[in-house]
C-alpha cells in the first residue's frame, strides 16, 4: 500500500473514499466533517441529528456521495469521546475502518489527519497512527493460500490529506508510522510462518537479508563456536533436533562511542514440542510461535535501523528447535550455561529459559549496558494476563520504567510482576547450581528468577509474551495469529534511550 500526505482540501480530492472523524457526545460539526457534509447538503449532519451517526469509538458509517463530491464515499470513523481521545484509539479505528472499506471493495483511500488537535494528539503522531493503524489492520498471512477465490481486494494508496501548514509533519509522522508498522508486520510474517518455514537456518538468512537491506552487521555463530562458547545449556537444548542451532547477532551502530547500550534478546524456539517432556497433542500447533520474541528483536533492528536513533544496539537470538529424540536431553540432565552455573533440568519443557541463560551470558560478555529479553517463556503468564498484557520483570526499576513507557506510547499493554528473592528457593536444585522448573505456582516469576541468575548484575527487564503474541480474535489492529507484539515497544525504547 503507498502512503502519501498531500497539501489540499479533503472535498477536493479524488478517491473510492474519504475519511472524516466524529466525536461521541458532539452535535456540532466543525473542520473536515463539516466541509464534507456541506459538500453533501448536509447528509451527514441529518444522521447525526437523527442518531444514526453517534461517534462511538469504532464506529464506522458509510455514505455515499452520488456525486456530490470527488470522492465516491464519505466514511465517518467514530473516535469516542473527545477527552478520551489517545493515539491507541486513533491506531485501532483506523484499523478497523480500512478492514471495512476492504471489504467493500475500495482501492484508493483519503483521510483527514483524524483526531490531530484533540487532547494534545499533534498532526505528526495522528499521521503516525493512521499508517500503523491502516498497516497494521490490513495485515493477513496469505502466503500458503493457493485458493483465488479467498483472496480479498486490496487497499491500494492511502493519502493523507492537511493543509501545506502541516504537511512536513504529517510526512514525518507517517514515514515513521510506516517504518514501525513494516517492522510489526515483518515480525509476524516469521512468527506465522510453520516450523517447515523457518527453522533455525531460516530465521537465521532473514537476519542476513535484513542486515543486508538496512546496513547492520550480522554474526551466525554455528554449533561448534557455541561449543567454543561453552553454550552448554542451549546446546542441550539442540540436541533433540535435526536442525542445526543458529546463535544470530544483529548489530546497528548509531553511535560513535564503542559502548554497547543495550543487547535485546529474543527467543527463538522454531518449535516447541516439549521435547521428551512432551506436550499433549492439543494446540501443539500453536508452538510454532515460540520464536516470537526472537522474531520481534529482529524486526525491531530493522526498523531501528531505519530511524537511525545516536545508540549502539545489538540484537541477540539463540535459535533452535525443541524436540525429542534418542539423541535428546532428558529431565534429569545437568547442563553447564555459558556463564558457568550447572542446571539441573526437571523439564525438557522449559527450555527457553535455558537458551535464554546462554544469550544473556553472551550479552554479558559483549558489555551491553542494559538488556532487554523478550520471550513466550511461560504458560504461566498466559493464565495471569491473558493475550492482553505483556507480564515484564526487571533487577533494575529505571530500566523497568522506561519500558512500561515505551510500551505506553506504543499502545502495547505491560504489567510489571513481583520480584521478590523468596521466589528464587523454588528453583533451588539438590544436585546443581540451579533447576529449570520452580514448580506449578507462580511459574512466569520463577521462570523471571531463574533468568535474574544469568543477567546478574546487568539491568536487566524480561518481558514475558506467551500470552500476548498470538491472538484468537481480530481487535482493533491485530488480526488472528501472531500479533508482533513488543517490535514497537523495542523500537520506542530505542528512540527513547538515545536521547
Ligand atoms: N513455549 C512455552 C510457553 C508457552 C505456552 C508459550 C503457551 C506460548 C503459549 C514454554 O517453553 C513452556 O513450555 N513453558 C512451560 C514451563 C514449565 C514446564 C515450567 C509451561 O509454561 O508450561
Ligand atoms: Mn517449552
Ligand atoms: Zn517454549
Same mark, same amino acid.
Given at each position: ?40 447538503? /448536509?447528509? !451527514?449532519? *441529518? &444522521?447525526?441529528?437523527? $442518531?444514526?451517526?453517534?461517534? #462511538? ?6 455514505? @455515499? ?87 480479498? /481486494?486490496? !487497499?491500494? *494508496? &492511502?493519502?493523507?490529506? $492537511?493543509?501545506?501548514?502541516? #504537511? ?6 507517517? @514515514? ?324
Amino acid at each position: 500500500m503507498e502512503i502519501r500526505v498531500i497539501a489540499d482540501d479533503i472535498t477536493k480530492v479524488k478517491a473510492d473514499a474519504v475519511i472524516v472523524n466524529h466525536f461521541e457526545g458532539v452535535d456540532k460539526l466543525d473542520g473536515d466533517i463539516s466541509a464534507v457534509d456541506k459538500a453533501l447538503g /448536509g447528509a !451527514i449532519s *441529518q &444522521l447525526v441529528s437523527q $442518531g444514526e451517526i453517534k461517534g #462511538k469509538l469504532n464506529e464506522v458509517t458509510i455514505v @455515499h456521495s452520488l456525486g456530490k463530491l470527488p470522492a465516491d464515499r464519505v466514511v465517518v470513523a467514530g473516535l469516542g469521546k473527545p477527552a478520551d481521545l489517545t493515539v491507541n484509539k486513533i491506531r485501532g479505528a483506523v484499523a478497523e475502518t480500512c478492514r471495512q472499506l476492504r471489504q467493500k471493495g475500495v482501492a484508493t483511500i483519503a483521510t483527514s489527519p483524524l483526531g490531530a488537535g484533540i487532547n494534545n494528539i499533534s498532526p505528526e503522531s495522528s499521521a503516525q497512527a493512521i499508517a500503523e493503524g491502516a498497516l497494521l489492520g490490513l495485515y493477513a498471512f496469505r502466503k500458503h493460500i493457493t485458493r483465488e477465490e479467498n483472496k480479498f /481486494g486490496e !487497499i491500494k *494508496q &492511502l493519502l493523507i490529506v $492537511g493543509s501545506a501548514r502541516i #504537511k512536513s509533519a504529517l510526512e514525518g509522522g507517517s @514515514h515513521k508510522g510506516r517504518v514501525i508498522a513494516e517492522a510489526t508486520n515483518l515480525a509476524r510474517d516469521m512468527i506465522n510462518e510453520p516450523a517447515n518455514f523457518m527453522t533455525p537456518t531460516d530465521m537465521a538468512e532473514m537476519a542476513k537479508k535484513l542486515a543486508e537491506a538496512h546496513g547492520l552487521e550480522v554474526s551466525i555463530l554455528d554449533k561448534e563456536q557455541m561449543v567454543e562458547l561453552g553454550m552448554g545449556a542451549l546446546l542441550g537444548v539442540a540436541r533433540g533436533s535435526q536442525q542445526p542451532p543458529k546463535f544470530i547477532i544483529l548489530n546497528y551502530r548509531g553511535s560513535d562511542s564503542a559502548e554497547l547500550n543495550i543487547a535485546l534478546v529474543g527467543k527463538g524456539i522454531t518449535f516447541d514440542s516439549g521435547g521428551i517432556s512432551l506436550k499433549p497433542a492439543e494446540k501443539m500447533e500453536e508452538m510454532k510461535g515460540d520464536k516470537a520474541g526472537g522474531a520481534a528483536v529482529m524486526a525491531a533492528m530493522s526498523a531501528i535501523a531505519q530511524l537511525k536513533p545516536k545508540i549502539n544496539v545489538t540484537a541477540i537470538v539463540p535459535a533452535t528447535e525443541n524436540l525429542p529424540d534418542g539423541n535428546a536431553y532428558k529431565p534429569g540432565d545437568i547442563l553447564k550455561a555459558m556463564s558457568g552455573k550447572t542446571i539441573e533440568v526437571v523439564s525438557t519443557d522449559a527450555e527457553g529459559r535455558l537458551i535464554l541463560a546462554d544469550a544473556l551470558g553472551y550479552a554479558r560478555k559483549l558489555g551491553a549496558k542494559f538488556i532487554v529479553d523478550v520471550a513466550t517463556l511461560t504458560g504461566a503468564c498466559r493464565v495471569a494476563l491473558g493475550d492482553i498484557c505483556t507480564g515484564a520483570f526487571a533487577n533494575n526499576q529505571d530500566l523497568a520504567n522506561r519500558v512500561l513507557s515505551a510500551g505506553n506510547e506504543a499502545g502495547e499493554y505491560i504489567w510489571q510482576m513481583p520480584m521478590f528473592d523468596e521466589y528464587k528457593e523454588q528453583n533451588k536444585s539438590d544436585v546443581a547450581d540451579i533447576k529449570n522448573t520452580g514448580g506449578r505456582w507462580g511459574g512466569a516469576i520463577t521462570a523471571a528468577k531463574f533468568l535474574a541468575e544469568f543477567a546478574e548484575d546487568t539491568p536487566w527487564v524480561h518481558l514475558d509474551i506467551a500470552g500476548t503474541s498470538m491472538t484468537e480474535k481480530e481487535r482493533t489492529y491485530t488480526v488472528k495469529g501472531a500479533t508482533g507484539v513488543a517490535v514497537r515497544t523495542l523500537i520506542n525504547l530505542a528512540l527513547s534511550l538515545a536521547q
